[in-house]
């Protein structure tokens, strides 16, 4: 299975960004998707995750009201749209895998893609 991310970049506070994942290799529409960031020195946090076992997205705190998660089964694609953005979000977004537990432990997932830069300046 291979996880490619697009459409980070450089943005203003209060802009929007899309990010995309394409799976490769499996159909993953019985899986797990979910998107963490990183930002430097920190760990990687949980940003959203679909779970297909239950039929939820979930949300973390920071995010909520701002970035939704949404899966096209037909392109094997998940995006995060990112919307009013702050300079708190920058971070590496990664996008993620598998046949999860908690969808909110890094750890959980099998699979990753090499993550996309999203800079948002004040």
């Known amino acids: 299975v291979q996880l490619v991310e697009s459409g980070g970049g450089l943005v203003q506070a209060g802009d929007s960004l899309r990010l995309s994942c394409a799976a490769s290799g499996r159909t993953f529409s019985r899986w797990t998707m979910g998107w963490f960031h990183q930002a430097p020195g920190k760990e990687r946090e949980f940003v959203a995750a679909?779970?297909?076992?239950?039929?939820?997205?979930y949300y973390g705190s920071s995010v909520k009201g701002r970035f939704t998660l949404s899966t096209d089964n037909a392109k094997n694609t998940v995006y995060l749209q990112m919307d009013s953005l702050k300079p708190e979000d920058t971070a590496v977004y990664y996008c993620a895998a598998g046949s999860v537990g908690d969808v909110t432990t890094a750890g959980d997932y099998g699979y990753w893609g090499q993550g996309a830069q999203v800079t948002v300046s004040s």
């Open positions: 679909n779970k297909w076992a239950v039929r939820t997205t």
